[in-house]
């Protein structure tokens, strides 16, 4: 069993109240470790170290700062398997999904690493004789970094590496229920180069009630980056807004994948089911709708049963789908799954908590489908973040494209079809930050921007060179040289 302790200014230490919390596998309960349950002192002490090493990081050159990240993703990539399976034991996902988390955050310290040697600025010519204009990247300060539980290495290494590599220093508050994995990031950052710069990184675990609101509400935090809820985003926005704070927030999704009628079902059905109930549709991207022409539904329904027949539940070290996070997460698929009964939706299968076997140990739920679901339905509009998924029939695809828009998330669509013209319609109509065509509503790569529109983001993106515009101010500088000319007049008389 590990004992996970907070990093502030280089040194591991526990709480300073020395309170913990346990750390269980949500498959079978086992105790997995003894967590620091931090207080506003503990952050306090993490935002000083973090304000008194900026100074001496920002001014370490960009290539330096890109090096450690490149070491960082070598470090890693030794230590993928076993921090994989940690990773499966403590959140899981199952372990084909864990290695991908893992390697997310190996490729985006390879790609923000890279970045030390292209933190482009840009010259642009002056209006006026005898002056010179550059504009560059300035670093904001110390950032409040506060990462989810469903993608426990990756998501915090999209925000990490940029922060660090535009020369801000971070205090990270990391999901109360994933602190192994964020311990095992910081781990390989100290051993590629960072435990020679005390300050620049610090880890503050705990609950987000105690610990996360002092980091959103400290005056020296500059910049909040937040992955969660929608609800908690909208707060985290309102409470920086009084400071000027600058916010990066990545919050829910209500994905869909329209279905069209000339499409190929299996292509389809294989899309649905890695997007609805891979991560136990535990991802802010998971499809949770299936907007599906009326004219393939009933073949496209009987495909997807069989389909979902075959997921084995278990453990995610042996199985196909794993537990959810948490009790309290399968009590409240639960709820939605008796709500979507209620709304006379028709369940197809699974909607209920398995209880043979080793299943009755974690917080399992079946993988559910529902059919003849209406666009309004609360099952079609709110993010349910579980194995839950909803068919609505269309008639067209005019119809499904309004039907997918129509919510008050915008992050990640699909369409499946063969016909060019209703991909091309559907790639310009979707108003949602991820359209795919022909694949599912998952899947995104580092070196693409990543976000969403409407009740999904505040405009900021994650991932690829884009993701630097979060982390930096732009700096306009001008030269006026014109005192030479002056001097020559000088000189001449």
Known sequence: MDNLK????????????GRTYDDFDP??????????????KDVDEAVAAAKAAFKKWKALPAPARGDILIKAAHVLEGRKEQIARELTCEMGKVIAEARGDVQEAIDMFYLIGGEGRRLKGESVPSEMSNKAIYVVRDPIGVCGLITPWNFPTAIPTWKMAPALICGNT??????????????RIFEALIDAGLKDYPGVINLILGSGGEAGEVIIHHKDIQMISFTGSTEVGKRIASVSAETLKRTCLEMGGKNAII??????????????IWSAYGTTGQRCTACSRLIVHQKIKTEFEKLMIEAIKKLRLGHGLISDVGPLINMNARKKVAEYVDIGKGEGAKLLIGGEIPTDGDLVKGSFYKPTLFTDCKPYMRISQEEIFGPVCAIIPVNSLEEAIDVNN?????????????SVNNALVAARDITTGLVYINAGTIG???QTPFGGTRGTGNGHREGGVQVLDAFS?????????SGHVQKAQIDNK
């Open 6 to 17: 907070n990093y502030i200014g280089g040194v591991w230490k526990d709480s300073v109240t």
């Open 27 to 40: 498959a079978n309960g086992e105790l997995l470790a003894k967590v620091a349950l931090s207080s506003s």
């Open 170 to 183: 971070v205090v990270v508050k990391p999901a109360t229920e994933t602190p192994r994995c964020m311990v």
């Open 259 to 272: 279905v069209m009628d000339d499409a190929d079902l299996h292509l389809a059905v294989d899309s649905a």
């Open 406 to 418: 129509n919510t008050a998330y915008g992050l990640s669509s699909a369409i499946i079809t063969q």
């Open 444 to 446: 995104a790569e580092v």
């Open 473 to 481: 101010e732009w700096k306009v500088v001008t030269f006026d040289f």
